[in-house]
């Protein structure tokens, strides 16, 4: 999470997270009252889920709707069981399931690949109708430089990977 929210600020979106997602699991209607501060900001945000090590669902929002507290809420429980990648999440899996959010500030054009810093920065590439996203963590995960940061975050988009 980018260096916006505090520590708490961090534990109460964690909180409202899986509350929000272990609700939706069981098939129950969350209780979410968590507000005040930068959870009343409107930020676009990503949430992913983990089980045991691996990617088990991640889903985002770029186009702000709502407070960054109801985007998160909504986001926690539709990962688990609208990424399409994945099963939708059983009961006997919530212990095991790691959440992890990521909050976005507003997006910049930049002019120079020197400006972007990997670990800090994510990535969106767009052209046409074709558009990729990449969060901060995906080129630190991979060890990855700027240019090949770039060339996936293409490929994400269904580019060719030298098309930034």
């Known amino acids: 999470m980018p260096s916006l929210l505090s520590f708490e600020d961090e534990q109460r979106l964690l909180r409202l997270a899986r509350h929000a997602l272990e609700a939706r699991v069981r098939g ?23 089980a045991r090590g691996e990617l088990r669902g991640c889903l ?22 609208s990424d399409p990648r994945f099963r939708p999440v059983s009961p006997e899996e919530l212990p095991e399931l790691e959440v992890e959010i990521s909050v976005l500030t507003v997006e910049r054009e930049i002019l120079s690949i020197e400006d972007i810093e990997v670990g800090r920065h994510g990535l969106i590439v767009e052209q046409g109708r074709h558009r990729g996203l990449l969060l901060p963590q995906v080129a630190i995960e991979h060890g990855w430089d700027r240019q090949t940061f770039l060339r996936h975050t293409c490929l994400k988009a269904g580019l060719a990977p030298e098309a930034w």
């Open 28 to 50: 129950q209607v969350p209780d979410i009252r968590e507000q005040g501060g930068v959870l009343d900001e409107w930020l676009g945000a990503f949430v992913t889920i983990h």
């Open 60 to 81: 985002g929002r770029l186009d702000v709707r709502a407070p960054l507290a109801e985007t998160i809420a909504e986001l926690s429980a539709v990962v688990s069981d």
